[in-house]
């Protein structure tokens, strides 16, 4: 069982970096709590999923690779319902920009997953922010750049 929802969590921050937005939203639940406020993102909320992945389209591809590195994975499991906690390392590059091409933010992750099926679905993911290195006005090129 814990094999199964590795697998989900790993499939789906795949999916995201490589922009493969209809792998993402198969593993996603709808709504979807999303809690990114320790990070200055506004108050959590159940959003659907389309929407989520609208916003992050909107930036994301302006990126030239993003790259979520996750580890380790910690488990917990209630019949149907199953708990995350992972660190993770998110790298955001754009080639050539003068004032430094990386922007990389570290935390953790609680991610929430329910089983539908056989399958194991992301039901909402709680980013705890710790630190940011990097080119932090990279997120605002890259939406430029994802608008154009």
């Given at each position: 069982m814990t094999h199964d929802?590795?697998?989900a969590?790993?499939?789906f921050f795949e999916a995201v970096d490589t922009q493969n937005w209809a792998a993402a939203n198969s593993l996603m639940t709808n709504p979807f709590h999303?809690?990114?406020s320790s990070f200055g993102a506004g108050p959590a909320a159940d959003l659907a999923s389309a929407d989520i992945l609208s916003g992050w389209r909107s930036?994301?591809?302006g990126f030239d690779s993003t790259h979520h590195q996750l580890g380790p994975l910690i488990i917990e499991t209630?019949?149907?319902s199953a708990t995350g906690r992972t660190y993770v390392t998110a790298d955001h590059q754009i080639a050539g920009v003068e004032a430094g091409e990386v922007w990389t933010v570290y935390g953790s992750y609680v991610l929430t997953l329910t089983k539908i099926g056989p399958d194991?679905?992301?039901?909402?993911?709680?980013?705890?922010f710790k630190f940011q290195t990097g080119n932090t006005d990279l997120p605002a090129l890259?939406?430029?750049?994802a608008a154009s």
């Open positions: 929802i590795t697998n969590v790993q499939r999303l809690d990114y930036v994301l591809p209630d019949g149907n194991w679905r992301l039901s909402g993911n709680t980013f705890q890259a939406q430029s750049r």
